[in-house]
């Protein structure tokens, strides 16, 4: 059976729920963590660092690296990811997203004279993992991809067999009897299978098969997250809350704002593009609105549009996982339970994939990722 990985990508110590999931999972017996330096992601390490120090149990480190081939900074910054994570060594090692090259929009012929470039950088991780395999900081390492993978090859356009011909030279020139790549890691979902066939040959090869994103499926039309929200039972009064005291000549753009937000609820395609609006254009507006105000009336006022917005922030959720299910309703027409619950039961029931790692920052999410374990 599938097991769940700790997605150790969004916590830090400033958050005490971010530590008690972390908690929670190992009490849980989730003690594969995931984890990365980029993207601010040292305060995650730090994080899940703090947590192993108070804990005897035995835990597995995946950690993923991305590295510039023309800095060669691969070995800095697995020398910076020991220190944060107070670890000397790891579990399994990942090169990360080295088909970023091809990233954008790119012709056919820009991309085939990309390869070399990208092969270099994958021989050059490969060379680094066998030596660090040798000197026992880690026991394995793997390529990782943030992209939905095309069917017929892995990485764009990278041959599924070149990967392990490349780890066997790497492994003969570092001098190793065996090669020690053991993992791919890339993103499936119910929505996004086309992952499935390379995963069926990465079993086949005797490889780990670990799924990203499992929640978060891509089609033609945008980004979706795939789970299901309760509607927020307070919304409605903390929206009415603040119309009324905003219903004043001074604070008539704060209540044009609202009353707008409000309208547009139920249209964005997910949450993130809400949370995108929210900092660019939302937050702004608030501060131009307010900032004539006296600094007592505009602390009182904070009080009353911070809880506005986590309760628009659930209905958000809310209105894009009844969006979501409506859109990809092909998807979930043989499943009555909640989006997130069909989304895992699929990957489960999948004979070639091995580990879903999924983010559990919040101890709800931990707990959610067992109850399917157990059923």
């Not at 059976?1 to 400033?14: C, R």
């Given at each position: 059976?599938?097991?769940?990985?700790?997605?150790?990508?969004?916590?830090?110590?400033?958050n005490n729920n971010h530590i008690f999931a972390i908690q929670e999972a190992l009490q849980s017996g989730i003690t594969t963590f995931y984890t990365t330096p980029h993207n601010m992601g040292y305060l995650a390490q730090e994080a899940l660092a703090t947590v192993l120090q108070t804990t005897?149990?035995?835990?597995?480190?995946?950690?993923?690296?991305?590295?510039?081939?023309?800095?060669?900074?691969?070995?800095?910054?697995?020398?910076?990811?020991?220190?944060?994570?107070?670890?000397?060594?790891?579990?399994?090692?990942?090169?990360?997203?080295?088909?970023?090259?091809?990233?954008?929009?790119?012709?056919?012929?820009?991309?085939?004279?990309?390869?070399?470039?990208?092969?270099?950088?994958?021989?050059?991780?490969?060379?680094?993992?066998?030596?660090?395999?040798?000197?026992?900081?880690?026991?394995?390492?793997?390529?990782?991809?943030?992209?939905?993978?095309?069917?017929?090859?892995?990485?764009?356009?990278?041959?599924?067999?070149?990967?392990?011909?490349?780890?066997?030279?790497?492994?003969?020139?570092?001098?190793?009897?065996?090669?020690?790549?053991?993992?791919?890691?890339?993103?499936?979902?119910?929505?996004?299978?086309?992952?499935?066939?390379?995963?069926?040959?990465?079993?086949?090869?005797?490889?780990?098969?670990?799924?990203?994103?499992?929640?978060?499926?891509?089609?033609?039309?945008?980004?979706?997250?795939?789970?299901?929200?309760?509607?927020?039972?307070?919304?409605?009064?903390?929206?009415?809350?603040?119309?009324?005291?905003?219903?004043?000549?001074?604070?008539?753009?704060?209540?044009?704002?609202?009353?707008?937000?409000?309208?547009?609820?139920?249209?964005?395609?997910?949450?993130?593009?809400?949370?995108?609006?929210?900092?660019?254009?939302?937050?702004?507006?608030?501060?131009?609105?307010?900032?004539?105000?006296?600094?007592?009336?505009?602390?009182?006022?904070?009080?009353?549009?911070?809880?506005?917005?986590?309760?628009?922030?659930?209905?958000?959720?809310?209105?894009?996982?009844?969006?979501?299910?409506?859109?990809?309703?092909?998807?979930?027409?043989?499943?009555?339970?909640?989006?997130?619950?069909?989304?895992?039961?699929?990957?489960?029931a999948q004979e070639n994939v091995d580990t879903i790692v999924t983010s559990m920052h919040k101890p709800s999410y931990v707990a959610e990722a067992v109850a399917l374990l157990n059923n």
């Open positions: 059976m599938s097991t769940f990985a700790f997605g150790n990508y969004k916590t830090s110590l400033v005897d149990e035995e835990v597995e480190i995946a950690l993923e690296l991305e590295f510039d081939v023309k800095e060669d900074n691969l070995e800095q910054l697995f020398e910076n990811s020991l220190e944060n994570l107070q670890q000397k060594k790891i579990t399994t090692l990942f090169l990360k997203n080295p088909e970023a090259e091809f990233w954008g929009d790119l012709t056919q012929e820009d991309r085939e004279e990309k390869i070399e470039e990208v092969y270099k950088k994958i021989i050059g991780a490969f060379l680094f993992f066998e030596k660090e395999v040798q000197q026992g900081r880690i026991a394995k390492y793997g390529i990782a991809s943030d992209s939905f993978a095309h069917p017929k090859d892995f990485l764009f356009h990278l041959p599924y067999e070149d990967l392990i011909t490349m780890a066997k030279n790497a492994a003969i020139e570092i001098g190793n009897k065996e090669h020690s790549l053991s993992a791919i890691k890339l993103p499936i979902n119910i929505v996004n299978q086309e992952g499935l066939e390379c995963a069926a040959w990465g079993k086949k090869n005797n490889l780990e098969v670990v799924v990203s994103s499992p929640l978060q499926a891509t089609t033609k039309d945008g980004v979706f997250r795939l789970a299901t929200y309760d509607e927020p039972r307070e919304y409605y009064y903390y929206l009415n809350e603040l119309l009324e005291i905003c219903e004043n000549d001074t604070l008539e753009p704060l209540y044009n704002l609202i009353e707008n937000l409000d309208t547009k609820k139920h249209k964005y395609s997910w949450i993130g593009e809400y949370e995108v609006f929210l900092t660019s254009e939302v937050l702004p507006y608030i501060k131009q609105s307010i900032e004539k105000l006296e600094p007592k009336i505009q602390e009182e006022l904070l009080v009353y549009i911070e809880k506005f917005l986590q309760e628009y922030k659930a209905m958000v959720k809310y209105e894009c996982s009844l969006s979501t299910r409506k859109r990809l309703a092909e998807y979930f027409s043989n499943c009555n339970a909640t989006m997130q619950e069909c989304a895992f039961e699929f990957l489960l």
